[in-house]
DNA sequence: CGTCTATTTGAATGTACTCAAAAGCGGTGG
DNA sequence: CCACCGCTTTTGAGTACATTCAAATAGACG
């Protein structure tokens, strides 16, 4: 469990043995049902996670009941409300377990303070922070350039794995567009096959 | 044209005069014409800007040839490719002025020497990736949950002074709806004051 | 087997786009 | 000074993309 937190960590900076054993102490182990929340909307985030089993997807629900699903965390990706994590807002948003999963959680306070005691953490979240937003600025330019056929197409080539894990309710939440509508796009492509 | 930048960083880490004076070397001015690039498609962004006057946009073009405007950038806002900049990659971006427009650059090797000589610059850029990574994600809920007609309202709301600066034309391509959609809009607003 | 949820389907509707054309507006040169 | 040019904005008609609602079908699970 810890060495995933490792390996992943590894990508970005190089921590050893000492320092991550000491910053590893820092992370609490969680484990959340199928259907459990990680957070609510109204709570105020005070973790970041690290996904060592399972999925969630971490979504907003606007006024009309509509969710849209911002990103899905599974197993070696990072997971938190950075804007109520950073801000100490109250959320706008859920993050719910897809699959029973378990997740690596650190508090704010232990985060400034490996900030402080091993200046490569502050790296390592600011690169973590950097690539996560190159992510996201992909996906706006895909979301208002291209139709939703092709975001369809498109997020199953970049996530296969992903994608068989999911059912087309949670997919249509995340490309914005009714689960109806993903159904007669399924039809279409099926039929050009 | 420097107390404005130093005003900015004051706003997230404070400098003392000397480490100010030091990391304000690393910048180089550069005054940008109305319709000129600062950035083009294909060329890799060696810089992070800071915007002293005018106003940039930074958009892509879709095969089709319509722009999609990810974010303006005016004077007192920081500007630059992350993606390219990061990952020495081609920038599938442009950054054009459109006023006459003047900026402060630091490249990335200066960049990097100012995160090892004062890790508060890192801290720095950590805290500004994290805003404008937020930003972007209440930016992509928007644009996944409301309607056009919403979102040029909040656009209106949001962005007063920027909003007086730009032409309907910039506006819709920032917003993701054709020109013509925007102008009717508009009528249909107008229309029920 | 029964229940709950996911998926598909069709019809009617709404939202936004494309294309073509006209109107408005600011600047520039004769 | 005004005639013309280029660019922005508006308008309308026709079309495409996507939603809503209602209902049928299919799967998953205890």
């Known amino acids: 469990m810890y060495q995933l937190l490792r390996d992943n960590i590894e990508q970005h900076v190089h921590l050893s043995d000492a320092e991550f054993s000491h910053f590893a102490t820092s992370f609490e182990a969680k484990e959340i049902e199928k259907k459990q929340f990680l957070l609510r909307e109204g709570e105020i985030c005070r973790f970041e996670g690290f996904v060592t089993k399972g999925i969630f997807s971490v979504y907003h629900l606007d006024k009309n009941g509509d969710k849209q699903i911002l990103y899905f965390a ?19 948003l859920f993050i719910e377990a897809l699959e029973d999963s378990e997740v690596l959680l650190i508090s704010k306070s232990d985060k400034e303070s490996a900030y402080i005691n091993l200046p490569k953490i502050e790296k390592l979240f600011r690169v973590m ?6 992510a996201l600025q992909r996906r706006m330019i895909d979301s208002l350039s291209k139709t ?9 080539e970049k996530y296969p794995q992903l994608y068989q894990r999911l059912s087309n309710l949670q997919i249509a ?19 050009q096959k």
């Open 148 to 156: 939703a056929d092709q975001r369809y197409i498109d997020f199953i």
């Open 129 to 134: 922070t950097q690539k996560t937003h190159v």
């Open 173 to 191: 939440a995340y490309l914005g567009v009714s689960h109806e509508f993903l159904s007669k796009i399924r039809r279409k492509i099926a039929g």
């Open 74 to 92: 599974h197993e070696n990706w990072w997971v938190t409300n950075i804007d109520s994590f950073t801000n100490n807002l109250p959320s706008q």
